[in-house]
T-cell receptor, first 114, second 109 residues
Framework: EAGVVQSPRYKIIEKKQPVAFWCNPI?????LYWYLQNLGQGPELLIR????????DSQLPKDRFSAERLKGVDSTLKIQPAELGDSAVYLC????????????FGPGTRLTVL | GENVEQHPSTLSVQEGDSAVIKCTYS??????FPWYKQELGKRPQLIID?????GEKKDQRIAVTLNKTAKHFSLHITETQPEDSAVYFC????????FGAGTRLTVKP
């Protein structure tokens, strides 16, 4: 069984540029999560989807971050414009329905903003 | 919202010794507590989890204990091996999973 797939694995951009990350969850997983992980810290939730509905986006900085999961399968996270402080690893995870199940993480996208 | 504190931030043990990592959480309604292991440059992977209706769970060399009254839970690794070296994260789940800051475990051969 394929795991959670993310692309790109690495991205280097200049500040003020836009950037997008893509995630394909494990087949059959209705719940999809985007996390931000700073160096030496635990993952911090940005947004959680149940199918195509964003059920918790309270931690998503909506002035510059947006996300979508149009068909309830793969998802895209966008930053526009990127700032220096956005440099981090962006992790996608998926699980069976609901937050009380094991979350399977993707390899992450390491973003560097110059 | 839920707040999770994890201690220690770094832990160094000799191969064969035991390692214990402790976490506390703030919301008594949290009911699912997973532990993830993250090797350098890799994705976090679940190693063990416990739900609020259970006080202890064991899987070979790894065990987790939960004290709901005190709102803390601990990871115990016995007979540590060099391949146990990694960063370990605890988490507490109410509506969403909140992670601790992590413990970097180093097992010296």
């Amino acid at each position: 069984e394929a795991g959670v797939v993310q692309s790109p694995r690495y991205k280097i951009i200049e500040k003020k540029q836009p950037v997008a990350f893509w995630c394909n969850p494990i087949s059959g997983h209705n719940t999809l999560y985007w996390y931000l992980q700073n160096l030496g810290q635990g993952p911090e939730l940005l947004i959680r989807y149940e199918n195509e509905e964003a059920v918790d986006d309270s931690q998503l900085p909506k002035d510059r971050f947006s996300a979508e999961r149009l068909k309830g399968v793969d998802s895209t996270l966008k930053i526009q414009p990127a700032e220096l402080g956005d440099s981090a690893v962006y992790l996608c995870a998926s699980s069976l329905a609901g937050a009380l199940n094991e979350q399977f993480f993707g390899p992450g996208t390491r973003l560097t903003v110059l | 919202g839920e707040n999770v504190e994890q201690h220690p931030s770094t832990l160094s043990v000799q191969e064969g010794d035991s390692a214990v990592i402790k976490c506390t959480y703030s919301d008594s309604a949290s009911n699912y507590f997973p532990w993830y292991k993250q090797e350098l440059g890799k994705r976090p992977q679940l190693i063990i989890d416990i739900r609020s209706n259970v006080g202890e769970k064991k899987d070979q060399r790894i065990a987790v204990t939960l004290n709901k009254t005190a709102k803390h839970f601990s990871l115990h690794i016995t007979e540590t091996q060099p391949e146990d070296s990694a960063v370990y994260f605890c988490a507490a789940t109410l509506n969403d999973m909140r992670f601790g800051a992590g413990t970097r475990l180093t097992v010296k051969p």
